[in-house]
C-alpha cells in the first residue's frame, strides 16, 4: 500500500456514525449520520477500521475470532466483544424471534446488547453485499484490542466508561499522535454528547491511529487465516 492512501476509524455512535481520519496529510473527521454518507465515506477510503462485526455464521455460536478476542482481552473486557447472533436471525425484526431463530442454529440465544448493535451489523453487511469492492477495504477491528497494542502490555486499563478510563486511553492517543487533543476537542465541540459520547470519539481515534500505520506495516488477523463468511465475508478482527 502506498504512503499517500486515504485511512480512516469509525465508531457507532447515537447519531450514526464518527468517522476520523489521521493520515499523514490530513487530520479530519464526519459525522455519517445515514447508510448513504457511509457508503459514500467508504468509497472514499483506501482502508478502513469500523468496530462493528462484519461475516455472520450460519450456525455457530461464537465466531472464532470473538473467541479468540476475548481470550487476548482478558474476563475483564470480555464483556465488550458483542458476538453477532446467526445471518438467518437478521431476517426478522423482533428479538424473542430472532433468538428463537438463533438458539434453534446454535442452542443458544444472545444477549440484548448484541441485538442492540444488529441495525449497525444489518447496515454495514448490506453496505458490502451491494459493494463487494469494498470488501477488501473495509475491516472489522475492536478499540481495546488496539489500545491493548498502543499501551504496550502496561497495566491494564480501567473501563472507559470511568473518568480514569477516559484519561488514560487519551493519554496513549496523544502520545501517539500531536493532533489528537485539538482533534478531539473539535469534535467534541461539533456535536451533542446525546449524538457522540467521548468514549465513541475515543474509539473512532485509535481506530483511525491504527489503520493510518497500514501503509508501511502489515495488518494482522484473529485468526490467521481468516475464517469466511457463506456470502464471502471475513470474519477476523483486524489490528496493527
Not at 3 to 13: A, E, F, L, R, Y
Not at 53 to 73: H, K, N, T, Y
Not at 75 to 98: C, E, I, M, T
Request: with cysteine.
Amino acid at each position: 500500500m502506498k504512503p499517500n492512501v486515504k485511512t480512516s476509524g469509525i465508531d457507532g455512535c447515537k447519531a450514526g456514525w464518527i468517522a476520523v481520519s489521521l493520515d499523514r496529510s490530513r487530520a479530519s473527521y464526519k459525522l455519517l449520520r445515514t447508510s448513504q454518507d457511509l457508503n459514500g465515506w467508504l468509497h472514499e477510503q483506501d482502508c478502513t477500521f469500523i468496530d462493528v462485526p462484519i461475516g455472520l455464521s450460519e450456525d455457530q455460536p461464537v465466531r472464532m475470532c470473538d473467541f479468540l478476542l476475548r481470550r487476548v482481552l482478558g474476563p475483564g473486557y470480555s464483556s465488550s466483544v458483542f458476538g453477532p447472533p446467526v445471518r438467518s436471525a437478521f431476517l426478522v425484526n423482533d428479538y424473542k424471534a430472532a433468538c428463537d431463530i438463533n438458539e434453534a442454529k446454535t442452542g443458544k440465544r444472545f444477549s440484548k446488547q448484541a441485538w442492540n448493535i444488529m441495525p449497525k451489523i444489518r447496515q454495514v453487511d448490506d453496505i458490502l453485499q451491494e459493494n463487494t469492492s469494498l470488501i477488501r477495504k473495509v475491516h472489522e477491528s475492536h478499540p481495546e484490542l488496539l489500545f491493548k497494542k498502543l499501551n504496550r502490555g502496561g497495566e491494564p486499563l480501567p473501563k472507559k466508561k470511568t473518568k480514569e478510563g477516559i484519561e488514560r486511553r487519551f493519554d496513549l492517543l496523544r502520545r501517539a499522535d500531536n493532533r489528537i487533543e485539538d482533534l478531539f476537542t473539535e469534535i467534541r465541540g461539533a456535536f451533542l454528547k446525546g449524538e457522540v459520547k467521548d468514549d465513541d470519539i475515543l474509539d473512532a481515534l485509535i481506530l483511525a491511529i491504527m489503520v493510518a500505520q497500514t501503509p508501511y506495516r502489515p495488518i494482522r488477523t484473529l485468526p490467521i487465516p481468516p475464517e469466511t463468511d457463506g456470502k464471502g465475508l471475513s470474519m477476523a478482527i483486524h489490528f496493527i
